[in-house]
């Protein structure tokens, strides 16, 4: 059985990533997935080195650089920007999706509230069921930055879950949710959970991931 392999990124660079032997380190890679909260001068170091497809969601501190000529960039040159899009890739035989930010706890930038997340994740439903036509499947790998309800979330305003996520997942059960956010200071604190048909993976600093 063919595998496919991901390297999952999210909130902190990691040395092991951030390191000249990143081919040596992480080889037989098909693709790379961030979940937010980090730098673009990260990610583009990250697409350079491995040559290999980035999609990406922003988190919900986004660091925004200006180029040479004075021009604030909002994106990572060479990535592939997954918020409130449906996309089939045919090398990967991949159809991932993805919502940026978190629940809005300030004034803050990429933060919403349950009804903005609900509006937007509805707005991914039509391409969804179209996939189902098409390819025989909704959805392989979902991609957020804020964590469902009631898996790896937590209570302050800040990190708590997303109602729609949660319903994406139980409606469309895509092999993969893929979040981060959620920072994992307590070696106990679960990374990874089984819900349904859908493993659930916070990917804070990096997680790789293999899947059939």
Same mark, same amino acid.
């Given at each position: 059985?063919?595998?496919? +392999?991901?390297? $999952? ?18 080889? *037989? ?7 937010? @909260? &980090?730098?673009? /001068? ?11 497809? #980035?999609?990406?969601?922003? $988190?919900?501190? %986004?660091?925004?650089?200006?180029? *040479?000529? *004075? ?11 997954? /918020? ?7 090398? #990967?035989?991949?159809?991932?999706? $993805? ?32 996939? +189902? ?6 959805? @392989? ?10 898996? /790896? ?7 708590? *879950? ?5 319903? &994406? ?5 895509? +092999?993969?949710?893929? /979040? ?19 493993? %659930? ?8 991931? +293999?899947?059939?």
């Amino acid at each position: 059985m063919n595998e496919t +392999k991901l390297l $999952g990124l999210s909130d902190v660079e990691a040395p092991t990533v951030y390191s000249p032997r990143i081919r040596e380190r992480f080889s *037989g890679l098909d693709a790379v997935i961030s979940c937010g @909260d &980090l730098p673009w /001068h990260y990610l583009e170091f990250v697409v350079s080195m491995l040559d290999l497809p #980035l999609y990406y969601v922003q $988190g919900n501190h %986004v660091f925004d650089i200006e180029d *040479g000529e *004075g021009e604030v960039r909002h994106h990572p040159h060479g990535a592939i920007n997954l /918020h409130r899009q449906v996309i089939y890739d045919p090398k #990967l035989d991949l159809i991932l999706a $993805g919502i940026e930010g978190s629940l809005r706890y300030n004034r803050g930038r990429y933060q919403y509230t349950q009804r903005q997340m609900w509006q937007m994740v509805f707005g991914l439903v039509p391409q969804l069921l179209f996939n +189902k036509v098409r390819y025989g499947r909704y959805l @392989d790998v979902f991609v957020t930055h804020a964590a469902p309800t009631g898996i /790896h979330d937590e209570d302050d305003p800040a990190h708590k *879950g997303v109602d729609a996520f949660r319903w &994406l997942i139980d409606t469309f059960s895509p +092999k993969l949710h893929l /979040h981060g956010h959620i920072h994992l200071y307590d070696p106990f604190k679960a990374r990874e959970t089984m819900h349904g048909q859908t493993r %659930v993976i916070n990917c804070y600093a990096y997680r790789e991931i +293999k899947f059939p």
